[in-house]
């Protein structure tokens, strides 16, 4: 088994709590820490990825995810390439179209044509690359000759998954279900070859909570806010793409039953607009259950591709989930591959 593990932590209020976490998180053998980067709901992301950057000594960490429009797309590669700079290069970068972002100051998603424009420019930008913007030749100078920042592309619906193969190092998917990721990267796959890259080269990162315990009812009530989360986008898919497309009913179905959608608990355990999500779901989306059942959920992801598993720590019991990857899933997983 080859997974890495990271761990995405809100920018919460206060600051020293998010640092905490990370640390903790290094220190327990995860590789990534991320970050959301919804500036209204949360402490604006960057000061607080500048204070992992000096305070953490081997994780790398980024957004999961930003997007090109909040910012202006120049600012954000120069932000990122500054964040390499300081960190000896362990800067990654995670990319969207922008959901509660956006959506919370009253902007839609960031146009697709937009989004892969902005994409392309930034992949380059930041990495130390000349590139036209606006007509304008731009180069970061000071960005040459470093390791590369990796794009990862948050990716659910057919153009942006075609999106994420022709540009990105690699598709951010949010959730844990083998048959839609083996969908979802057999799309981004197929654009790649498309595109003349190499399809194998383009990874695969996962995202969701985790719960580990032997009370399945308290572990699938810790994570309901997480399917909810996602149908906001699976939402965005019908409406582009209408009731009967290619996209697999397994993603599309459970949305039917959905209410309401309310930013304030964005990512919240409790939120009330979970209560449409089914126990199937929330076991088919998360990664809970028993040590066995995590493990072997864990063993199904890097049997179909899974490169990166990120948890989503938005669930109680911080530490305790920390802990017990750190003692009990990571060492043994990662022997697996040895």
């Not at 905490?20 to 919804?38: I, K, P, R």
């Not at 690359?129 to 619906?157: C, F, H, Q, S, T």
């Not at 809970?288 to 938005?314: P, T």
Request: with cysteine.
């Amino acid at each position: 088994m080859l997974l890495t593990f990271g761990v995405t932590v809100l920018p919460d209020p206060p600051h020293t709590r998010f640092v905490e976490l990370m640390q903790l998180a290094e220190e327990h053998g995860f590789e990534y820490g991320w970050t959301y980067d919804s500036h209204i709901l949360w402490h604006d992301a960057y000061p607080l990825l500048t204070l992992l950057a000096a305070n953490t000594d081997r994780l790398k960490f980024g957004h999961c995810v930003t997007n090109p429009g909040t910012r202006e797309p120049t600012v954000t590669a120069s932000a990122y390439a500054t964040l390499h700079a300081i960190s000896d290069g362990r800067a990654v970068l995670g990319i969207g179209r922008g959901d509660s972002a956006r959506r919370v100051i009253g902007y839609q998603p960031v146009k697709m044509a937009e989004f892969e424009n902005s994409c392309r420019m930034m992949k380059d930008l930041m990495n130390g690359r000349p590139v036209e913007w606006n007509d304008k030749e731009l180069e970061l100078e000071w960005a040459k000759g470093r390791p590369k920042i990796p794009m990862y592309i948050a990716a659910y619906g057919p153009k942006a998954l075609a999106v994420a193969g022709r540009i990105g190092d690699g598709v951010i998917i949010q959730l844990a279900d083998p048959v839609i990721i083996q969908w979802i990267m057999e799309q981004a796959r197929a654009a790649a070859a498309e595109a003349g890259r190499d399809p194998d080269e383009l990874e695969c990162l996962v995202c969701a909570p985790s719960m580990i315990t032997d009370d399945i009812a308290e572990a699938r009530e810790a994570v309901r806010w997480f399917p909810a989360m996602v149908s906001n986008h699976v939402m965005d898919l019908i409406e582009r793409y209408g009731e009967n497309s290619e996209i697999p009913k397994d993603l599309t179905e459970y949305v039917k039953a959905r209410k309401f959608y309310d930013y304030k608990d964005h990512s919240r355990e409790g939120a009330a607009h979970g209560e449409f999500v089914t126990d199937e779901i929330c076991d088919r989306f998360s990664v809970i259950g028993s040590i066995d059942q995590v493990r072997e959920k864990l063993r199904e992801l890097d049997s179909v591709g899974v490169d990166h598993f990120n948890i989503y720590l938005m669930t109680h019991g911080q530490e305790d989930t920390l802990a017990t990857y750190g003692r009990e899933i990571i060492p043994e997983l990662k022997g697996a591959a040895v």
